[in-house]
């Protein structure tokens, strides 16, 4: 089973900058298209940001202009370069996959389980 492993979350001040990384631990990376999805207290997880296994790149109206994502499949790693952070922009993120854009879009994921994520707090 496939494993994935969120990082590079933190406290930071708005309009500060962090950078995710996200590895998976096996599986053959590079078939599948990936997501940076986000969950707040109280409300569902959300899409953020798809990266096809192409290189296009899909963001939600939220975070356009702000965030960058990107893969490195040698690494069997996905990134999510966010700046100029909001205080709206503080929850949990995770990643993960699927075969199907589509399904990544949608949120519904099956390249690996479901990680711990990785907490980002943007706060003054």
């Known amino acids: 089973q496939v494993h994935l492993v969120e990082s590079g979350g933190g406290l930071v001040q708005p309009g500060g900058s962090l950078r995710l990384s996200c590895a998976a631990s096996?599986?053959?990376?590079?078939?599948?298209?990936m997501g940076w999805f986000r969950r707040t207290p109280g409300k569902r997880r959300e899409l953020v940001a798809a990266?096809?296994?192409?290189?296009?790149?899909t963001y939600e109206d939220f975070v356009k202009g702000r965030f960058t994502i990107s893969r490195d499949n040698a690494k069997k790693t996905v990134y999510l370069q966010m700046n100029s952070l909001k205080p709206e922009d503080t929850a949990i993120y995770y990643c993960?996959?699927?075969?199907?854009?589509?399904?990544?879009?949608?949120?519904?994921?099956?390249?690996?389980?479901w990680g711990q994520g990785t907490q980002v707090t943007v706060s003054s």
């Open positions: 993960n996959g699927d075969r199907s854009l589509r399904s990544v879009l949608e949120g519904d994921v099956s390249f690996g389980s």
């Open positions: 096996v599986g053959i990376f590079s078939d599948y298209h």
């Open positions: 990266i096809s296994i192409g290189g296009s790149t």
